[in-house]
T-cell receptor
Framework: SQQGEEDPQALSIQEGENATMNCSYK?????LQWYRQNSGRGLVHLIL?????REKHSGRLRVTLDTSKKSSSLLITASRAADTASYFC????????????FGKGITLSVRP | KAGVTQTPRYLIKTRGQQVTLSCSPI?????VSWYQQTPGQGLQFLFE???????NKGNFPGRFSGRQFSNSRSEMNVSTLELGDSALYLC?????????????????FGPGTRLLVL
């Protein structure tokens, strides 16, 4: 079952524009992570934000977390054609039976 | 450091057969998790192993099993294959177990094994 639900499902932007992707989840989490996947290959970890953090930055990436709304957003600034990929949010739930639960993903297309 | 490696990369099997997939984690990593990715169901957690012990299991039938060796390498086995088992199987390793609070939980994924069941 999916925990994270990304929004939108697909996004097409022009190179140089910013891309904002949203993720909502349902249960209490230990942390939330964003991953990128290029065309059916393995996932690349982008950033992890813990439940007691509100914002993190990594290069052109900015992630926010609002635990009261159970939502997160990923902002990619100054997008490049190489950012074209599928992006997934994933949550690690609290409690003994921890696991990483992925959303269905967002397909981002950056037009050159 | 070398990344997570998975073998084989591609596999074709027929219904009823069994298959074993292998995952070698990043050196020093003790946690290995397995995921199944299909167009319909997306990415789904199969199980996590840490120090040779299964810590958690997803909602998959008993035909899916795994194990971890003392060198942290892990294998996943699927018995009595069904057409619906066709998928990309991904493994991921991390230094610490999920929710260990050690700040070293980041998972590093391998390239996956693409399994086709005919």
């Amino acid at each position: 079952s999916q925990q994270g639900e990304e929004d939108p499902q697909a996004l097409s932007i022009q190179e140089g524009e910013n891309a904002t992707m949203n993720c909502s989840y349902k249960t209490s989490i230990n942390n939330l992570q964003w991953y990128r996947q290029n065309s059916g290959r393995g996932l690349v970890h982008l950033i992890l934000i813990r439940s007691n953090e509100r914002e993190k930055h990594s290069g052109r990436l900015r992630v926010t977390l609002d635990t009261s709304k159970k939502s997160s957003s990923l902002l990619i600034t100054a997008s490049r054609a190489a950012d074209t990929a599928s992006y997934f949010c994933a949550t690690v739930n609290t409690g003994a039976n921890s696991k990483l639960t992925f959303g269905k993903g967002i397909t981002l297309s950056v037009r050159p | 450091k070398a990344g997570v490696t998975q073998t084989p990369r591609y596999l074709i099997k027929t219904r009823g057969q069994q298959v074993t997939l292998s995952c070698s984690p990043i050196s020093g990593h003790r946690s290995v998790s397995w995921y199944q990715q299909t167009p319909g169901q997306g990415l789904q957690f199969l199980f996590e192993y840490f120090s040779e012990t299964q810590r958690n299991k997803g909602n998959f039938p008993g035909r899916f099993s795994g194990r971890q060796f003392s060198n942290s390498r892990s294998e996943m086995n699927v018995s009595t294959l069904e057409l619906g088992d066709s998928a990309l199987y991904l493994c991921a390793s991390s230094f610490s177990a999920l929710t260990s609070g050690s700040r070293r939980e980041t998972q590093y994924f391998g390239p996956g094994t693409r399994l086709l069941v005919l």
